[in-house]
């Protein structure tokens, strides 16, 4: 059974004529046949890798090839462990919000930005209220408002058939650059 196609080919497996060998302690042995490298891995009880297959002629290496990929695993576990999973947190409104609605939407939005999520504010339409696009651009305008110091615009608000959206994203030098905390919404702000 042949190995995945992107694990690398190892002693039997490696189908070229001629290698550039480096051995188990890392040193260059120069260009060598196929046959002459797997008898060093054989001697040295190791496994004849292949680990840099674009070469010409390629590049094989003499080490433990279950040790091999052990450690690319780990490797590969740790880089996932850096990555920083960013979620797309979804806030819906309406263009007729009540002043208390509207204060605690803005309240979970600061604290999904200052967790570092971004947030897709939504605002849907219904009925007649699709004749008054500007209500709904009015609402937005104020969270923006409201969000500035903290938020950038990724995406800026659009009209999408039945609601409009727009999405933020937490503002990481501005947070770093104010020192005071952040403004929490403001009372005398005027909803539509």
Do not use: W
């Not at 497996?13 to 188990?24: E, G, S, T, Y």
């Not at 674009?54 to 279950?66: E, K, L, S, T």
């Not at 263009?95 to 967790?115: A, C, N, Q, V």
């Not at 939504?122 to 699709?130: A, D, P, V, W």
């Amino acid at each position: 059974m042949a190995p995945p196609t992107n694990e690398p080919r190892y002693n039997d497996r490696i189908r070229v004529p001629k290698v550039r060998l480096v051995d188990a302690d890392g040193s260059q042995v120069g260009i060598v046949s196929i046959e002459d490298a797997l008898a060093r891995a054989r001697a040295a009880e190791l496994d004849l890798v292949e680990v840099a297959a674009q070469a010409d002629p390629p590049v094989c290496r003499i080490m433990d090839y279950g040790k091999f990929r052990y450690e690319e695993a780990q490797r590969l576990k740790e880089s996932r462990k850096k990555t920083i999973q960013i979620t797309t947190k979804e806030v819906k409104f309406r263009p007729k919000i009540g002043k208390g609605d509207f204060d605690t939407k803005i309240r979970h939005m600061l604290e999904f930005l200052e967790e570092g999520h971004k947030v897709k504010v939504s605002l849907q339409f219904r009925g007649r209220e699709m004749a008054h696009p500007e209500l709904g651009k009015k609402v937005l305008d104020e969270v923006l408002e409201q969000l500035g110091p903290i938020a950038r615009v990724d995406t800026e608000p659009r009209l999408d058939g039945r609601s409009m959206t727009m999405v933020l994203s937490p503002d990481k030098k501005a947070a770093a650059n104010s020192k005071k905390p952040i403004a929490k919404p403001n009372p005398d702000a005027k909803t539509a």
